[in-house]
């Protein structure tokens, strides 16, 4: 009788764990192979069919102890569709701590930072969104982007509703 309590109860602890993001919309990664090449473009499509509710947006990042800089470059293009209209963004985060401790979430060397995208925004049309997410990090004084850039193991396109 004992045990069985003790397994409900986990059962319960860990279904309560798994049901609490209730604000996804949509949730993908994509993979590196050790390094984020400069031409290697992460590509996320996804279905939007609600123009009223508002939404935020964020890029995820998983990196690890490798990622030597402090900040990263992106270039975040969303098409819309059935159009031509693509809106770009060139952003900038900052990735570590003055003391060069990687921020974000996590335990162990692979961190999960969370970054914001976009807030507070309705999809103006109803149909197949896709959004391209390129790195773009330059070392100071150097005009060539940095080819390889180490220490990128994942990067993900989240959307959340607002309510």
């Known amino acids: 009788m004992r045990i069985r309590n003790s397994i409900f109860v986990f059962g319960a602890l860990l279904l309560l764990f798994c049901s609490c993001d209730e604000k996804r919309v949509f949730d993908e990664y994509k993979s590196f192979d050790g390094a984020w090449n400069k031409d290697s473009i992460a590509s996320f499509d996804f279905e939007q069919q609600d123009t009223t509710s508002v939404y935020n947006m964020f890029v995820n990042i998983r ?13 975040v293009e969303m098409q819309q569709p059935d159009t031509d209209f693509t809106i770009v963004d060139t952003l900038e985060y900052q990735m570590a701590n003055p003391d060069g401790t990687l921020m974000g979430e996590g335990f162990t060397d692979v961190k999960e930072s969370k ?37 990128i193991t994942e990067i993900g396109f989240r959307i959340e509703t607002t309510e």
């Open 63 to 75: 990196s690890n102890n490798d990622y030597p800089y402090s900040n990263i470059f992106l270039i």
């Open 115 to 151: 970054l914001w995208y976009r807030e507070q925004v309705k999809f103006p049309t109803q149909g197949a969104y896709k959004v391209n997410i390129q790195q773009a990090v330059r070392e100071a004084g150097k005009v060539p982007g940095v080819q390889e850039l180490e220490g």
